[in-house]
Each structure stands twice: as structure tokens, then as C-alpha cells.
């Protein structure tokens, strides 16, 4: 038994070494997506170049008459640097090993990254009709056929649980008519005005999805040392995917007693729930307008119900009125007193006003119910909460606070995995990959989905800069970003914003070397977060790229408020970054967005007017003493319209820390 044991050992050896060799030499090389026909190479730099082949695998790579050899580790992972080459093109790559692959077309010039959630995602137009088309898309998208020297990778959406080596699919492609209406429309525009400028090759990668929240950008190690994430992601790496579904689902049903996948609110037609009889002091309450995510409900896709009720004067009842419900994420039935009143399908950002019948309204009590389908992302009704109401006879009753709310059904589908439930998910799945492709910098548009965590992100945003700049090895490179848009509703009267808070924490990030913003506040849209103006968005992004990473003598941003100094009741304001000096965008002269409070801390417009070229002097006569002021300070500050003289708008600020 002894021999025959010996034996056996000595003949599976034998087949393992044989099987070793036969695999080895059938092994070939393979490149990263990220490398491949078309690409551009980014100029003046060594370029890492990678891959893999079998283990200690000699390997070459040539181009432009220039050769570099290497071997693969034991691992089977290679990595050479390319001599910097000049910009031109287009070349051949050849890499050589056991096989050899060949990419052409190949442009040597500037490559950027671009990434961040939708508004960076926006395409310049798409048969998604959610998204459809930038301002002129049809003239922007036949006018593409004069950049064929700007390139276009769109690396492909993915979320994963540890870094992924490579990228599921993507291809480089020469912008075209043909080509550019899918691609992101701010990278587009931001490459086209750098080609205006430079005159050579560009290349965009965009990394980008929409709905997602910074930290899910932001790498395993750096996350795991956050205070606030790293617990998630310490989580994350115990995580089963695939019990995941499972568990979420047990989740729910244990928070909410059930798991809905019928709607017993709606049965037959018949809205039970909406009766005015129905009994819903079982529900949970919700406040409005906001979204379930609020609660907790995190990528939960389905028909939620929501009821409240409000008392109707004797005088009032019977009246015709308007309800006036904001933006409901995606589709909605609208009962009053049981009786349907309106009815909108997929139009997550469309303001909801329905006419309410007279002889409706009943002296009393009255009860609103509205059954939300939400199909992807958020769900329930958002917007401004000073418009939320109903009107009657010019008279407004107030809608926004405390609802009823109920799930009426979850789509089990949409329980898995996604983007937002744990931090580093989208840097696993969608930049490790392509990193360390050698690029100039970075462009993001990001913070929407971070806004009602405004201290938070002034944490995570310069953290994640550092953590990209750390992963690529390639210093300090430019990271440019654009400031929120105006968005929602204007407001009447001073007061708080989340929105102007982000705002403020995307300036303070400007300490960070290397950094650029693109101010956005006259671009947007009150009633839609993905404003069309994509145009003004990359060319203001172009601005301090060429000032910071080409040297370019140019004013590349807007007014930025630098001091104050207090006269009695006036505030004068100096500002940098004003060009040939301020300029006031209205007919009339007048300075609109400013506001200021004295000890009392409470805000009152004021009057504002320019003194010199670099200086505003604001006042009130509500206020005698004013210790602060604030421009633009608001959700969606419609009527800043301070600028300099190179036509760029100034940020907002705030000078107190309240």
C-alpha cells in the first residue's frame, strides 16, 4: 500500500505539472477595456500601460517607434510606463507576448475624466425621454461631425462589492453625429471647449450614474476610516449578494409587519383606502413634501399610499379649490373625501395642481389621499413645501408636515443591490477599473443626492479628491466640479436651504490645491433638477482647466466673496475674481439676491448696489445694525444676478456661521 501511495503521488504530480504547462501555453494576453481602438493617450506624461498574461510571461509594448519590455509577475499582472510622447496621431500600439494585439487609431492629446450622478450623465440627447436633449440638440448633435479628434469612452454601470480589475464592456469612439447623442453632454461640451482652445486631441471617460451619493465614489480604504461609513463598509465585505434580496425583504417585513406585493388599497378599481371612514391610525407618519428614503426605505421601488386630514370652514365648504401637491417621483392618483380629483403618469418632476369640483369640500373634516407609484430612484412627493397647499377663494391652507403613510405594494425586483446602499460600491465597480489610465484631471457634477447631509459631504467631497488623487499616483492632478444649480421653488422671504449649504461646502473645498468650480446658479430650472443649459455648464468647466492645468491667462471664475467691512447700517462686501470689475444683469441696474440680519439673527432683503469695481455695499432699513449678509442663499435664488465683467456669475456665500 505503501509503494502503490508513493506511486499515485508521483503520477498526480506528473498530470498537475503537464496540465500547469498545457494551461500556460494557452494562456494570452489580455488589456484592460479602458485600452482599445480609438482611445486617446494622454500627452507629456509617462502612460502606465497594464495587463496580464501567464506567470513571468515576457511582454512588449510598442508605439511611435518606441518599445518597452517587461515580464509578468508571478500573478500574471504587467505594468510599463510609455515615454511621454507629444500630442498627434492617430498611432498603433502593439503589445506582444505569447499573442500579440494590435489597437489603431490611436490619438495622443489631453484625457479627462468625467463623472459624478445625472446631471454629468445627461446626454446630449437620448430616446429616454426623461432626459432628452440639451438646449440646440439637434444643431449640437449635427455640428458633432466637426470633433473627430475628440474621443468618447462611457465606462458601463456597475456596482460591486470588492474593486473589480476591469470593466464589464466599453469602447472609445470618435465623436460623430452618429455617436455623441448618448454620450454626457457636459464632458462633450467641456472637451469641445478645450479643443477650441488647445488645438489637439481630447478624450472623455465618464464614469457616471445617476441618483448616487458621493461616498459610493469614494474607495474602500479611504471609507473605511470615515466615522460615519465605516462601519458600512466593514459590512459590505461580510455582505452575501446572494442572500441580499433575502434579507432586505425580511427586513421590511419585520419593520413593517408585512410585505406587500399585492396593493390592497386599490382593489378592483375601488380605492378602499381613500374612503373617508378608512381607519389609518395604524400608519406610519411621514412628513411632506420628502421622499420614503427619508425614513429609511432606501431602493424601494412600488405603490405607496399617503392621507391627511385637514378641517374646511362652514364658509369654505362646498366651495370649488385647487390642490396644490409639488413634484410626485413617478406617477399618482389623487382622491378627496374619496373622489378622484386628478391623475399624472411618469412625470417625476411635474408639478401636481388639480381642480377640486365644488360640492367636494365638506365642513369639517376632509381627507386628501394620494397613491404614489414610484418606478425607479426616490419615491413619494417632493418640492417646495411653501407651495404645497390648497387654495380657496385666494385663500391658502397649508399641506406640508405630517401625513398618514402607507406601502401598498413593493416591487421585490428592485431589492437588490443598489448604487446608494453602501459606500465604495460604484469606485468598485465602475473606477478601480480604469485606474491608473493617464489622464490631465478630473471633472464632477455631484451633490444632489448628498444635499440633506450638507456637513456631512464637507467631509466626504474633499475626501474623495484625495482618495482619487492618492489612487491614480499622479500628484495633485486638477479637480474641477460644478456648484448645485438653482433648483425648486424660489422663496419669499429669507431663509434656511440645504441646498445653499452644499453650495457652501463645494466652495470651501476650493482650499484643496488644484481645484476649480463652475458655478451653475443662473442655469438651472425651478421645476426640473436636470436643467437643458448643459452648454454653459462644460464651457464654465473649461475655464479653470485651462487656467490650472494649461497655464492659460483667462478670468476662469466668477466673483467670490473675499471680506466685509461694517459702516454703521451698511455692509460693504469686497469680491475677487472680478475681471475688468462687477456688472449688474439687469435692465434696470438693480442688485437682487442679498440679504442681511443683525444680532437677532433673522434676515430681511436689502438693498445692494455696486460702489467700485470690486465692491458692493448692502443695507436694509429694517435693519439698523446688520452683523451678516447672504447672497443667493437659497434652494433656487432665481434673481441673484451679480456678475463679472467676463460674464460669469458670482457664488453664493453667506458671511455668518449660523
Not at 118 to 141: H, K, L, T
Not at 262 to 281: P, Q, R
Not at 312 to 322: F, R, V
Amino acid at each position: 500500500m505503501k509503494i502503490f501511495s508513493s506511486n499515485l503521488t508521483r503520477i498526480t504530480l506528473v498530470i498537475l505539472i503537464v496540465l500547469s504547462f498545457s494551461l500556460q501555453g494557452k494562456a494570452e494576453i489580455t488589456m484592460p477595456r479602458i485600452f482599445n481602438c480609438g482611445m486617446v493617450l494622454q500627452q507629456g506624461m509617462e502612460v502606465p500601460v497594464w495587463g496580464w498574461a501567464s506567470p513571468n510571461e515576457k511582454v512588449s509594448v510598442s508605439i511611435d517607434g518606441n518599445t518597452v519590455k517587461t515580464k509578468a509577475g508571478d500573478d500574471g499582472k504587467w505594468k510599463i510606463k510609455l515615454p511621454e510622447m507629444n500630442t498627434g496621431g492617430p498611432y498603433s500600439m502593439t503589445i506582444k507576448g505569447k499573442n500579440t494585439m494590435v489597437f489603431e487609431n490611436i490619438m495622443v492629446g489631453e484625457v479627462w475624466v468625467c463623472s459624478g450622478q445625472s446631471n454629468m450623465e445627461f446626454p446630449v440627447d437620448s430616446i429616454d425621454q426623461s432626459y432628452r436633449g440639451v438646449n440646440n440638440y439637434q444643431q449640437e448633435i449635427a455640428n458633432a461631425d466637426n470633433y473627430p479628434e475628440i474621443r468618447l469612452f462611457t465606462v458601463p454601470r456597475k456596482i460591486a462589492q470588492t474593486p473589480q480589475k476591469d470593466l464589464d464592456n466599453g469602447e472609445w469612439l470618435e465623436c460623430s453625429s452618429a455617436t455623441v447623442g448618448d454620450f454626457s453632454a457636459v464632458g462633450y461640451f467641456f472637451a469641445r471647449g478645450l479643443y477650441k482652445k488647445l488645438g489637439v486631441p481630447v478624450g472623455i471617460i465618464c464614469a457616471a450614474w445617476g441618483g448616487t451619493v458621493a461616498e459610493s465614489w469614494t474607495s474602500p480604504g479611504t471609507m473605511a476610516n470615515d466615522s460615519d461609513f465605516g462601519p458600512m463598509v466593514a459590512e459590505l465585505r461580510k455582505l452575501d449578494l446572494k442572500k441580499y434580496k433575502e434579507v432586505k425583504e425580511a427586513r421590511i417585513k419585520a419593520e413593517l409587519g408585512e410585505l406587500p406585493l399585492v396593493d390592497k388599497g386599490l382593489i378592483d378599481g375601488k380605492a378602499v383606502w381613500a374612503a373617508t371612514n378608512y381607519d389609518d391610525s395604524g400608519w406610519k407618519p411621514m412628513q411632506l413634501p420628502g421622499l420614503w428614503e427619508s425614513l429609511g426605505y432606501n431602493n424601494i421601488d412600488g405603490i405607496a399610499w399617503f392621507r391627511k386630514t385637514i378641517e374646511i370652514s362652514p364658509g369654505d365648504a362646498g366651495k370649488p379649490a385647487k390642490l396644490n401637491l409639488q413634484k410626485i417621483d413617478d406617477s399618482d392618483q389623487t382622491w378627496v373625501n374619496g373622489i378622484p380629483v386628478g391623475k399624472t403618469m411618469n412625470a417625476y418632476n411635474k408639478n401636481r395642481h388639480y381642480e377640486i369640483s365644488e360640492g367636494v369640500l365638506k365642513s369639517g373634516k376632509n381627507v386628501i389621499t394620494v397613491r404614489v407609484e414610484d418606478t425607479g430612484g426616490g419615491g413619494g412627493i417632493h418640492g417646495s413645501a411653501n407651495l404645497m397647499n390648497l387654495s380657496i377663494d385666494g385663500t391658502n391652507i397649508p399641506l406640508a408636515g405630517n401625513w398618514k403613510f402607507r406601502f401598498g405594494k413593493i416591487d421585490t425586483n428592485a431589492l437588490s443591490l443598489g448604487p446608494n446602499d453602501y459606500p465604495t460600491l460604484l469606485y468598485n465597480g465602475m473606477v478601480n477599473p480604469i485606474v491608473p489610465y493617464g489622464i490631465k484631471g478630473v471633472i464632477w457634477y455631484q451633490g444632489e443626492s448628498n444635499a440633506d447631509r450638507p456637513t456631512q459631504y464637507q467631509r466626504i467631497f474633499p475626501n474623495l479628491i484625495k482618495d482619487w488623487r492618492m489612487h491614480w499616483n499622479e500628484g495633485d492632478f486638477p479637480f474641477l466640479f460644478v456648484q448645485l444649480a438653482n433648483y425648486m421653488a424660489p422663496q419669499n422671504q429669507p431663509g434656511n436651504s440645504n441646498w445653499a449649504r452644499l453650495r457652501e461646502t463645494q466652495t470651501k473645498t476650493l482650499e484643496l490645491p488644484n481645484t476649480g468650480m463652475a458655478v451653475a446658479i443662473d442655469v438651472g430650472e425651478g421645476g426640473n433638477i436636470h436643467p437643458k443649459d448643459k452648454q454653459s455648464v462644460g464651457y464654465r468647466l473649461s475655464l479653470p482647466a485651462l487656467k490650472i492645468a494649461y497655464n492659460e491667462d483667462l478670468v476662469f471664475s466668477g466673483p467670490m466673496f473675499d471680506h466685509m467691512e461694517i459702516d454703521q447700517s451698511r455692509i460693504f462686501l469686497t469680491f475677487n475674481h472680478v475681471g475688468e470689475g462687477l456688472k449688474v444683469h439687469d435692465k434696470y441696474g438693480y442688485l437682487k439676491g442679498f440679504a442681511v440680519a443683525g444680532a437677532d439673527k433673522k434676515f430681511h432683503w436689502a438693498k445692494a448696489v455696486l460702489v467700485n469695481p470690486g465692491t458692493v455695499v448692502a443695507f436694509s432699513s429694517d435693519v439698523k445694525n446688520p452683523v451678516a449678509v447672504r447672497y443667493g442663499w437659497a434652494d433656487n435664488p432665481e434673481d441673484a444676478n451679480l456678475y463679472n465683467s467676463a460674464g460669469l456669475p458670482a457664488s453664493p456665500f453667506r458671511t455668518d456661521n449660523w
